[in-house]
């Protein structure tokens, strides 16, 4: 689609006169216009301009209007582009019937009120710039939780090279994907090309790409090759590569590599390529490290013995990255029932904008209170998505004063349809008042992880309850925060084992997650404990209440 400021309209007429007057009336308000004196004409011009929106009249040679709009219609770049007809011929109900059954978007009669034309015209192009961008919001958020969820399995740096640059390749339509990893030194040791390979791969691998991005650090998108400087270009243009878009890694603010896509097409890639590449990059810089981590680990392992005291001190690094790594996890858990729920404001949205347009095509000024339910489904969408980028960044390390009540209901709304699907009942009692003083992100990944396992206890559904309050423990202001489950329990002589690393009653599960939450809220000053009966089992949390400021 084009700028909002300037649309542009393909003016379909074989009388010149008509053409002139709707051209000039679209120029006026402010669209830009292309002519076309048949359909066959209009077919070829659309085809090329991509216009915002097509005005098609029915009666001209070569090929009428009912033939184009089949045409337009059939063929895949213009087939979701509006199309209005204006005629003075076709006016019985059985071609109105017919122009419509073919793909027209809307019907205007000649001789019309130039109002009404702008206003219909200037209606089906924001319907179709929002349904394009609800559609690319919801397409990038799929792309993310795919991809996000290939990086948290994969542990051989190859293997997820592989799969990570392919998945670029195929959603972003790019000829060439390169990742490029530094050593400790900052020196290239690592690259991986998938697609087409560039003939000076070493070159633009071991020098270009990290001068291009090292010295600024943020990301960088060439609509044209052409522009860059003379002997980058020079190289670029000998190995096909007309655009391309690079993205450093950056782990701990530190720069660790660089994810770059090349197209040998001109403007291949937006600023919407640009944000995506952006997101998956800070995904796959956690996933790298745990990679380079994961086969670290292997290695102490051939030689453990000699490598006690040095594989304690990774190990320490690899549970601050694993806790990440299992945040990670929990929200996978959690992102196909996100993506679906998306859909959820999208039906009552498309009805509003369709009762508008019927107030348009009436006559009748748009009702504001479908205006209203339209912007408060648009901003829900919206709310949904950021909260999913909130989770799945990397986590903030800064303490802040916390109200636990906050933490509990954005972790339940995260995890709600989830719960639905699984028949789950939720009850909340948050009375606690106080404040704690903690890590937000840490938090929310413990309540998650102690909600995702009482769901898996709850196969057939039950009841998870969520309580908070004010107490003394120890003699100290506490907040309490207990989760408990009608789910199958936990056997007595496994109580004293279940905060232990990799010890799991699940068939197949890491042993980390509760290991992890014991962590963080010991680090947070407080305690976890456990109780559980064949019909209830219940975490109970204690975090030391943040002193009062006077």
Known sequence: MHSDEQPL??????????????????????????????GSEALHKACDLLPDLVLMDIQMPVMNGF????????????????????????????????????????????????????????SKIKARQLEDTLHRRNAQLEILTRIGSQ??????????????????????????????????????????????TPQHTATLVQTWIPIYLSESGRAAL??????????????????????GVAVPLMYQERFIGVLALASCNVRQFSGDDLRL??????????????????????EYAHNLEATVQARTEALKKAEQQLMRADRLAALGTLAAGIAHEINNPLQPLLTNL??????????????????????????????????????????????????????????????????????????????????????????????????INAMEAMPNGGELSVATADVLHGGQPHIKLTISDTGVGIPPERLDQIFNPFFSTKPNGTGLGLAISHSIITAHGGQI??????????????????????
């Open 9 to 38: 309209v393909l003016v379909t007429d074989d009388n010149a006169q008509a053409r002139a007057l709707l051209c000039r009336l679209l120029e006026r308000e402010g669209f830009r216009v292309a002519e076309a004196a048949n």
């Open 529 to 550: 404990q456990v109780e559980s009966q064949p019909s209830r089992t219940s975490f109970i949390i204690f975090l030391p209440a943040a002193e009062s400021e006077t």
């Open 277 to 298: 590449l952006e997101t998956v990059a800070s995904q796959a810089a956690l996933a790298i490290h745990n990679a380079q981590l994961y086969c670290a680990l292997q």
């Open 67 to 122: 033939e184009a709009l089949r045409a337009l219609r059939e063929e895949p770049r213009t087939a979701r582009i509006p199309i209005i007809v204006v005629t003075a011929a076709a006016r019985d109900t059985v071609d109105v019937t017919r122009g419509f059954g073919l793909g027209a978007d809307d019907y205007i009669v000649k001789p019309f009120n130039s109002s009404e034309l702008i206003a219909r015209a200037r």
């Open 222 to 243: 060439v609509d044209d090759t052409r522009q860059l400087m003379p002997e980058l270009s020079a190289l670029l243009e000998a190995d096909g590569i007309r655009s």
């Open 151 to 196: 990086l948290v399995r994969a542990l051989a740096l190859p293997e997820l090279s592989d799969y990570l640059l392919n998945a670029l390749c195929s959603h972003l339509k790019a000829d060439s994907a390169i990742l490029m990893l530094l050593n400790a030194e900052g020196k290239p040791d690592f690259w991986r090309v998938c697609g087409k």
């Open 354 to 451: 369709e009762l508008m347009l019927e107030d348009v095509d009436q006559g009748r000024s748009a009702d504001r209170e479908m205006i209203e339910f339209a912007i408060r489904d648009v901003q829900r969408i919206r709310r949904i998505v950021s909260n999913l980028l909130d989770f799945a960044r990397p986590a903030r390390s800064a303490l802040a004063l916390l109200q636990i009540n906050d933490i509990a209901q954005e972790v339940l709304t995260l995890a709600r349809k989830q719960l639905e699907q699984a028949h789950i009942q939720v009850e909340l009692s948050l009375r606690a008042r106080q404040q704690c003083k903690g890590n937000a992100d840490q938090l929310k990944q413990v309540l998650l992880n102690l909600v």
